[in-house]
């Protein structure tokens, strides 16, 4: 299983000494940009399940190859 945390900078030292005791955890850290990637594809996709649920309106795929 996967799992994402997302900790205060302050107790995240702490928190990952902890997690490295446990020989069935590994850690891998992001780097600020994948990061920001990650949380881009999150949004996308929540965006998506809004507009398939009809409760927000989507935009034509013309339109969005206009502003390109």
Same mark, same amino acid.
């Given at each position: 299983? &996967?799992?994402l945390?997302?900790?205060k900078d302050d107790k995240a030292p702490y928190l990952l000494e902890v997690l490295k005791g446990l020989?069935?955890?590994k850690i891998k850290t992001l780097t600020p940009? &994948?990061?920001k990637v990650l949380e881009d594809v999150k949004q996308?996709?929540?965006e998506m399940k809004?507009?398939?649920a009809g409760k927000?309106?989507?935009r034509k795929?013309?339109?969005l190859f206009d502003e390109l």
């Open positions: 299983m &996967k799992v945390l997302d900790i020989r069935y955890v940009y &994948k990061a996308a996709v929540e809004l507009i398939k927000l309106k989507g795929a013309e339109d």
